[in-house]
């Protein structure tokens, strides 16, 4: 069935490099995502999203790519450091109410 | 701004009980909140999307008997487990949309459930 799903489960990264976490999604017909960061037994707090008519969108040290074409997705945090070690979630809107289709997950570890 | 609380933080009971989670949105009304099941080392998956006034509407595999979903008021939405089992031992959090305002949802810091 269709999903949104991530290629990696765990990235490690050494602090101060850049990470670069990616998404695939199967519905080319969404038109929001979204990325999520999750702490150990906290809820999700939201980075930042984008919608399907851009290609780029960039927060602070945080740059979402969104590739339409290829039904792909990514975060990219530059200067990551040792607080930036959680779990990173895309999701994809479905729905006329919201609803939110969320990724398996990938496991960032920021070594110091 | 923008905070969604919810209470308890974390639970224990008894197989066979019923066991009530609230979801309140602090400081914004929300028309719409959404109630998601996340196991260990797993996703979120969304488990129904509740509408203030109205029946809740609820994910294929969710058991609307099991789950009951109240959304009295624009600022609480309530999660009842009924006749939990060991197997409902699980992560509930819950999100909030500003009424109309932007589709950013809020989420909650979770429920942590455990049935002995």
């Known amino acids: 069935g269709e999903s949104v799903g991530l290629h990696l489960p765990t990235l490690s990264v050494q602090e101060g490099d850049n990470s670069i976490i990616n998404c695939a999604y199967s519905n080319s017909a969404s038109d929001y995502f979204i990325w999520y960061k999750q702490e150990s037994g906290k809820g999700p707090q939201f980075i930042i999203d984008?919608?399907?008519?851009?290609d780029k969108r960039q927060g602070q040290r945080v740059t979402v790519l969104l590739n339409k074409t290829v039904k792909h997705l990514s975060l990219q945090i530059a200067a990551t450091q040792p607080g930036d070690s959680a779990v990173y979630f895309c999701?994809?809107?479905?729905?006329?109410?919201?609803?939110?289709?969320f990724g398996k997950g990938t496991k960032l570890s920021v070594k110091p | 701004g923008a905070v969604v609380s919810q209470h308890p933080s974390w639970v224990i009971c008894k197989s066979g009980t019923s066991v009530k989670i609230e979801c309140r949105s602090l400081d914004f009304q929300a028309t719409t909140m959404f109630w998601y099941r996340q196991f260990p080392k797993q996703s979120l998956m969304l488990m129904a999307t509740?509408?203030?006034?109205?029946?809740?509407?609820?994910e294929q595999g969710v058991e609307k008997d099991k789950f009951l979903i109240n959304h009295a008021s624009l600022t609480l939405s309530t999660l009842t487990v009924t006749s939990a089992h060991p197997e409902d031992s699980s992560f509930y959090i819950c999100?909030?949309?500003?009424?109309?305002?932007?589709?950013?949802?809020?989420f909650g810091p979770g429920t942590r459930l455990t049935v002995t």
């Open positions: 984008i919608r399907s008519n851009m």
């Open positions: 999701a994809e809107e479905r729905g006329s109410q919201g609803n939110l289709i």
């Open positions: 509740s509408n203030e006034g109205s029946k809740a509407t609820y």
């Open positions: 999100s909030a949309r500003v009424a109309g305002g932007p589709q950013e949802q809020y």
